[in-house]
Every structure is written in structure tokens, then in C-alpha cells.
């Protein structure tokens, strides 16, 4: 028999160098143009597909919100990178800087966060960014050995409740107990302290987060609910702290009686000043944490509402898993399923869906058929609940497959394209003082899979409809 001739693989062909497509426009006109584009009559999703379309690039040059009336001071031109490849440059620091960039080139006063620019605003060449990343990192290997039983603790409250509501009535709301519960269990593991000390915060600790939050984050939020009044009352200024500054006072000063131990330890190990202890603290709990956990459990509960079909998989493995009906991080990282089930909801719904970064230098760009020239302090702007459809690397990417992260599927490869973190999930270093991934990047997935694995070790049925749920039956 012939030996076949031996064939030498072709290397992929060099990619075209090309300038960013795109544009501005006019000086006010444009960038206005493009922000009533986005809230208003396309929506951020259409906004950047339209425009992908428009170029025939996932790379290019656009204007996103704020912009005029009342932000004279915030340049909306931005390169948006909408592709895996092209977004993942924004986690490379050495040309990429995050001064002030947390949601593009608008920063909310630093009044609302006691006056200092905290950890989410400094770049990682500043030094106060490794005490403060540190001392993050820190918080959450102490609190792993009791974060699980503190979850099922307040999870078990919560869910008491809401089987009274079913008992009585035909439904139980959860969006405001979701906040109440993840506002005490998140006090508690992250600033060893306890809400229910101080009456006030127990009963309104989580409204006062809200109305913060909201205040810092309306001017870049699409809402598009009574337009026009949107545009006008909600994205054409900045609200002022004033309207928050009382609460804003009573949480700084829960933070610093009620987590005392924790901002002490800041001092001492971290070398951090009471103030820059308490505010970042807070900014860790309120702004990270708590808005970055509802967002996400109510993606959670949402698509769990909708995937029914796959409750009786979901739950099978749970309780094949805890055979001591014991949850903890180690018996829920047995689980698999529901930890794809977990990364899927993630890649769809990103609890933050923009990210930011400012390059360092200039420096050339690639998405997946392109090569572009980048300018030295140029913004650049990536949507993820399109990167993380990219038809490159995702199969079917509009469709929610609850397997598609399981090592049967290859998926478990899949997990360093899934950029929720402001980083990838792995395949890299993992959070560090060097980059600005989020510290919870293992520990938000973690304590997701344990929220599922109480649903369905605790029900034998769960049904979700409109921010509801409509039916528990308890296991028996």
C-alpha cells in the first residue's frame, strides 16, 4: 500500500489590517442621536446589533450614553468590541488602564461613596488598588468555612416564609424578600455583621442600597418603561448625593459599629485608614455584592421558571449528590449539572452587561476577522449579552442549553470564553491585586449552585411565574 503524502498543516491566513469603521457623528448632535438610539428607539441589544450589521465589523466607532444635555464633561465616543476576541483585550492590563472607568467615562460624584475614589474606580497601576484588592480577596477566605451555612440559614428563613404566603394564598412574591434576605445573608459573610442589631438597617437597610444604587446608576440604565419622560427626568443628568446622603450616613455608620473586627483588620493587615475601610466596605457590599446578586439571582429564578423541563434532572442530581443532606462548597461542586446550568444563565445574562477600558498606549486590536489600530486613551466598550453569543465559540448561541457546560458537551473548555467576571472564568490567573477581575469570580457561581441545590433539595416541585413563585410542594 502507498504511503499517503504527509500534509503540513496550513496556518491560519493573517488577518486584515483595517481601520475601525464607524463614526461619531456631529459634535452633540451625534453622541445625542446615538443615546435616544439606544434607550429609546433600538434599545442597547438592537443598538450594537444594528450597528454590527451596519459595518460588517463587531469592531467600531460609536457614541453610548450619558451624553448631552447636562454631561459636558463625559466624552461618549467609544471603539466597541463585540466579539470574544476583540473583548477579551479588555482584561489585558498592560494596555488597557480602568482609572474612573468603571461605566465608561462617566463617574458618578465621589460623594457617594464618603469622598474617596474606591477600589471599582482605581486602576491597577495605583497602589491603594493591591491593599484594597487584598483585603478583598482576604474577606472572602475567611468567610468560605461558614459561607454555605450562613446561606442555607437565610435561605431557610425566606423560604419559610414564602410557604406561609403559598398556604394562605395562590403566590408568593420574591423580589423585594430576595433583596431583604440578600442584604442580611451578605452583612453577615462578607462584614461579619448582623443587620437585625441596628432595627432601622434590618428594616430598610436593602431599600436604602436600592435608591443608592439607583441615584449613581440611572443616567447609563435603559429602563425604556414611559418614554419620553425617561430621556428627560432619568438620562439627561446626574442626580445629586444630597437626595441620598442620610441613608448613605446610617449604612457607612452600620458598617463602621456593626463591622468593627472586619474594618480593624483593614487598618492593621491591609494598612487601609478607618475611612477608606468603611467606604470601600460598603461599596464591596452594596454596589458588588448586593446589586450584582440580585440582578443575577433573578436571572436565576427567572430562567429556572422557564426551563421546567428540566427540573426533574436538575433535582435528581442534587439529591443523588447529598447523600448526607448536607450543603457545603464541596457537595455542590459534585454537581455538575447544575453548576452548567448555573454558567449557562451567566453567559446569557451577565449581571453587569458593559464593560470598560481605556487603552494605555497604542496598540493593535484583533476580533476574529480583523486587525485595528488603537490610540492611546481611546475608550473601549464591550456589550456582553452579545459578546457571549458569539456564533465563534458559543453553538446555538441564542438558546439557553442547561448542559452546555458540562465536560460531556466540552463545555468544561468553554469556560474561558465566559466573561461574566470581567475576566474569564478559567484558563487564566484568577482574581489578583495585578488585574480587575472580580474577587467572587469563583464564589458567585458557587453560591448560585447552592441556592439551586436548596430548591431542590427542599421541593419536590417549584413553578415561577412573573417575579412569583405560584407553587412549592415540599419534599417529603
Known amino acids: 500500500m502507498a504511503t499517503p503524502p504527509s500534509v503540513t498543516p496550513k496556518s491560519p491566513p493573517a488577518l486584515q489590517r483595517m481601520a475601525v469603521p464607524g463614526g461619531y457623528g456631529w459634535p452633540v448632535v451625534g453622541p445625542l442621536w446615538d443615546r435616544l438610539q439606544y434607550f429609546w428607539f433600538q434599545g442597547p441589544t438592537n443598538f450594537f446589533k444594528k450597528r454590527i450589521d451596519k459595518y460588517s465589523s463587531t469592531v467600531f466607532r460609536t457614541n453610548v450614553p450619558p451624553a448631552f444635555p447636562f454631561f459636558t464633561g463625559v466624552n461618549p465616543n467609544v471603539v466597541a468590541v463585540l466579539d470574544v476576541e476583540s473583548f477579551g483585550h479588555l482584561f489585558e492590563m498592560e494596555v488597557v488602564e480602568k482609572t474612573n472607568a468603571l461605566v465608561g467615562d462617566f463617574m458618578p460624584s465621589v460623594n457617594f461613596t464618603g469622598g474617596l475614589r474606591v477600589c ?8 491603594k488598588h493591591s491593599q484594597i484588592k487584598n483585603f478583598t480577596l482576604d474577606i472572602l477566605k475567611r468567610s468560605s468555612s461558614s459561607w454555605a451555612s450562613t446561606l442555607v440559614t437565610s ?9 406561609a404566603q403559598l398556604a394562605a394564598g395562590s403566590s408568593a412574591g420574591y423580589l ?17 455583621a448582623d443587620p437585625s442589631a441596628v432595627p432601622e438597617i434590618k428594616k430598610s437597610g436593602y431599600i436604602m442600597i436600592d435608591k443608592w444604587l439607583a441615584l449613581q446608576l440611572l443616567p447609563t440604565v435603559s429602563i425604556n418603561v414611559l418614554q419620553p419622560l425617561e430621556e428627560i427626568f432619568l438620562h439627561s443628568f446626574s442626580y445629586p448625593f444630597w437626595l441620598v446622603k442620610s441613608d448613605y450616613e446610617k449604612l457607612a455608620n452600620f458598617v463602621k459599629t456593626e463591622a468593627k473586627e472586619t474594618v480593624q483588620r483593614a487598618e492593621t493587615e491591609f494598612k487601609l485608614t478607618e475611612e477608606e475601610a468603611i467606604h470601600n466596605l460598603l461599596f464591596i457590599l452594596g454596589f458588588n455584592a448586593f446589586g450584582g446578586f440580585f440582578i443575577f439571582f433573578n436571572s436565576l429564578l427567572s430562567t429556572l421558571g422557564e426551563q421546567k423541563s428540566v427540573h426533574d434532572e436538575l433535582r435528581r442530581e442534587v439529591r443523588e449528590k447529598l ?3 448536607v450543603l457545603s462548597f464541596q457537595t455542590v461542586q459534585q454537581m455538575e449539572l447544575v453548576f452548567s446550568f448555573v454558567y449557562e444563565t451567566l453567559r446569557l445574562n451577565p449581571p453587569v452587561p458593559s464593560q470598560f477600558g481605556r487603552a494605555r498606549k497604542d496598540f493593535e486590536l484583533s476580533s476574529h476577522d480583523a486587525v485595528f489600530e488603537i490610540k492611546k486613551g481611546e475608550m473601549l466598550c464591550g456589550y456582553q449579552p452579545l459578546v457571549m453569543k458569539d456564533p465563534k465559540i458559543f453553538e446555538n448561541p441564542e438558546d439557553f442549553v442547561y448542559n452546555r457546560f458540562t465536560k460531556e458537551k466540552g463545555g468544561d ?33 458557587m453560591t448560585a449552585a447552592l441556592f439551586l441545590a436548596y430548591l431542590f433539595q427542599r421541593y419536590d416541585e417549584i413553578t415561577i411565574s412573573s417575579l412569583s413563585f405560584t407553587a412549592l410542594k415540599k419534599a417529603n
Request: net charge negative; glycine share 4%; with cysteine.
Open 413 to 445: 473548555k468553554l469556560l474561558k470564553y465566559l466573561f461574566w467576571s470581567n475576566g474569564p472564568q478559567s484558563g487564566a490567573n484568577g482574581p489578583s491585586a495585578s488585574n480587575k477581575q472580580c474577587p467572587a469570580r469563583d464564589v458567585v457561581p
Open 120 to 127: 471599582a474606580y482605581l486602576d491597577t497601576s495605583e497602589p
Open 176 to 192: 423585594f424578600p430576595l433583596q431583604d434576605f440578600l442584604f442580611t445573608f451578605l452583612s453577615r459573610a462578607i462584614l461579619n
Open 323 to 325: 447523600s448526607d443532606n
Open 155 to 163: 435561605l431557610d428563613s425566606m423560604f419559610d416564609s414564602f410557604d
